[in-house]
């Protein structure tokens, strides 16, 4: 039997983490948020004094990650733990989010995570959320969605979701962390982010949540994945 997998990859901002997400809660599918992986890396690193700049070291943590993802209350994100201790919030931050793209340009770091990523694939299928997982992870997936949008696009939304949890955010420095991570990712030498080869791309600049989730859900009946 092979098990159906959809990717979503694509730039941060761009939707892929809550679009992920509400497609794999309406087909009852398993969810990867691979990108959460790296975090954790990230601040696992970070909370254990471990340079950026020490692969090695980095490789390690990632290999013994003590993690795991429990349900979230009803319409609520997955809460994820890290050794023992929720972090949800934590991973959400732009400086995990940097640190993460920071490690993941690493060879060893992502060849430690990439066993766990693809043992998320179980009946009766899996959305996986990342930057590489039509191109890397999952090369065989039988549905890859390359979501992007404008840079000036995603550093709004990103504000407006900052404001939303009372924090104070800048427009200006989010587009340029965000253009600072676009160009680290799409040009690191290992696994940079770009649209596979058979990826349908979506630009979701102009468009509302439920329309890009409609039309993902669509995509996944025309190739007889529900």
């Not at 398993?30 to 975090?39: M, N, Q, T």
């Amino acid at each position: 039997m092979v098990i159906p997998v959809i990717t979503l990859d694509g730039p941060g901002g761009a939707g892929k983490g809550t679009i992920s997400q509400i497609i794999a809660g309406k087909l009852g599918w398993r969810l990867l948020d691979s990108g959460a992986l790296y975090r954790l890396t990230a601040l696992a690193a970070e909370r254990r004094g471990v340079s950026f700049d020490d692969e090695v070291a980095l490789s390690e943590v990632a290999r013994n990650l003590d993690v795991a993802f429990l349900p979230g209350e009803e319409n609520e994100p997955v809460r994820v733990m890290l050794e023992g201790t929720e972090v949800s919030k934590d991973l959400r931050t732009e400086t995990c989010g940097n640190n993460a793209s920071k490690v993941a340009a690493l060879n060893g770091v992502r060849d430690a995570l990439l066993q766990r990523q693809r043992d998320f694939r179980e009946a009766p299928g899996v959305v996986a959320d990342g930057r590489d997982m039509g191109t890397v992870v999952f090369t065989d997936a039988p549905l890859k969605i390359y979501l992007t949008a404008s840079a000036e696009e995603r550093a709004s939304r990103r504000v407006k979701q900052l404001q939303g949890k009372g924090i104070d955010a800048k427009f200006q420095a989010i587009l340029s962390e965000i253009q600072t991570r676009d160009e680290r990712d799409m040009n690191r030498a290992v696994a940079p982010l770009k649209p596979a080869d058979d990826a349908i791309t979506l630009d979701t600049t102009n468009m509302s949540i439920p329309e890009v989730v409609n039309h993902i859900i669509e995509l996944a009946g025309e190739y007889s994945l529900v």
